[in-house]
């Protein structure tokens, strides 16, 4: 299963209901009225994961400042994920995604090169979703380090 689909703005974010860390489901229609911002990840625990997840968590304020609700999405199961929340002190939703419709459904979910070898695998993805419902921003293969503080300059967050 790999997904050919890149998003752009203007367009629908495809709806999705998902378990979270807490053992709830959550679904994008849970958020109308609010903007929200999903980003995916590969796994939970990994470097590169921590570091973009607490870079979330560290900044969280000037999401919320800006009436920004955060999600962050994986194939993990939501028993792994709790374990990433407590471990690391994460203060907002993670979600999981076992059977990666979601992660298709947005095009983080295919090939990818990484250290010059092409495997197929989450894409490193973030979307910025309005009021509405509609992609106000999305970007693919985005780098862990440094994403939280390009997100917010760029989105003026």
């Known amino acids: 299963m790999t997904a050919d689909t890149r998003l752009t703005p203007g367009q629908p974010a495809p709806d999705f209901s998902l378990t979270s860390d807490q053992g709830s489901t959550v679904s ?6 609010h903007r929200v911002l999903v980003y995916f990840y590969p796994a939970a625990m990994t470097p590169g994961c921590t570091k973009e997840a607490c870079d979330f968590r560290d900044n ?5 400042d800006a009436d920004v609700a955060v999600l962050g999405i994986s194939p993990d199961k939501p028993e792994k994920l709790a374990k990433f929340r407590d471990k690391e002190g994460l203060t907002f939703p993670l979600l999981s995604d076992p059977d990666k419709s979601t992660l ?10 990484m250290y010059g070898k092409t495997t197929v695998g989450v894409i490193r993805s973030t979307f910025l979703i309005d ?6 921003d999305a970007q693919y293969g985005v780098k862990a380090t440094g994403h939280v503080g390009r997100l ?6």
């Not at 459904?105 to 090939?111: D, H, L, Q």
């Not at 917010?152 to 967050?157: A, E, G, I, T």
């Open 28 to 33: 994008l229609a849970d958020h109308r009225g």
């Open 60 to 64: 969280l304020a000037s999401f919320n």
């Open 104 to 113: 298709a459904a947005y095009g983080a979910y295919g090939e990818k090169t």
């Open 131 to 136: 009021a509405e419902g509609n992609i106000e």
């Open 152 to 157: 917010l300059r760029d989105l003026r967050l």
